[in-house]
């Protein structure tokens, strides 16, 4: 899973170069070392009408009325299955890019009274980098607000070390363009919602 990440770049033409949009209303949720659910995160979605990106910030974890907690990541293999995430998936206009430049696992010690370390997974020597969400919402005060979840996949190489689940890091241009926009069938899901190469993703304790 993911429950914990950060956006610690601020810089808002590095941000629109990056991730091809950039919006005043993500100034409180960039610069962050530490996000967690509920909080105001970056999103990059495709306008419908447009055609063109557009970023702005939302509630991390959706929250359907029935739901009784936060839903801050979805599954990859059930997107296609599940009555919740289906027609998310399959709609272009609700798939997003959530820019992160890190996340948080936690590995629990020997001594089952010690605290449990954190270790900071970054990408590609720490740059910036796209998970893979869906758009939604959540009801906050009987008020009905955009929120976003992130896709979480089986982990591999380094990141299996530390917990059997990470989010989908989308690991090119090209990929990041298909989640926008290509048909959300099972062949985007099987091609685009894997782990990353062995080598790409680097572990390093922290302190939180």
């Avoid at 029935?66 to 299955?81: E, F, G, Q, T, V």
């Avoid at 530390?162 to 926009?181: K, N, T």
Wanted: charged share 25%; with cysteine.
């Amino acid at each position: 899973m993911c429950g914990r990440y950060r956006t610690k770049d601020t810089d808002p033409e590095e941000f629109s170069s990056r991730f091809g949009a950039y919006g005043p209303a993500l100034a409180d949720a960039l610069g962050q070392i530490q996000l967690r659910p509920t909080d105001p995160v970056a999103i990059v979605r495709t306008d419908p009408e447009t055609g063109e990106r557009v970023a702005e910030a939302v509630r991390w974890g959706m929250q359907p009325p029935r739901s009784k907690r936060p839903l801050i990541n979805a599954r990859d293999d059930k997107l296609l299955s599940s009555g919740l995430w289906s027609g998310l998936t399959r709609n272009p206009a609700t798939r997003i890019l959530i820019p992160a430049d890190g996340w948080y696992e936690w590995l629990s010690a020997e001594d089952p009274k010690a605290k449990k370390q954190a270790f900071l997974h970054r990408v590609d020597g720490g740059g910036p980098f796209a998970m893979a969400g869906l758009l939604g919402y959540a009801i906050v005060k009987d008020q009905k607000v955009p929120a976003a979840t992130i896709i979480t996949t089986d982990s591999a190489a380094e990141a299996a070390e530390i917990h059997d689940r990470m989010p989908v890091v989308l690991g090119s241009p090209e990929a990041e363009e298909a989640w926008l926009r290509a048909p959300g069938d099972a062949s985007l899901i099987d091609a685009l919602c894997v782990a990353l190469e062995p080598g790409r993703v680097e572990l390093r304790p922290a302190t939180l």
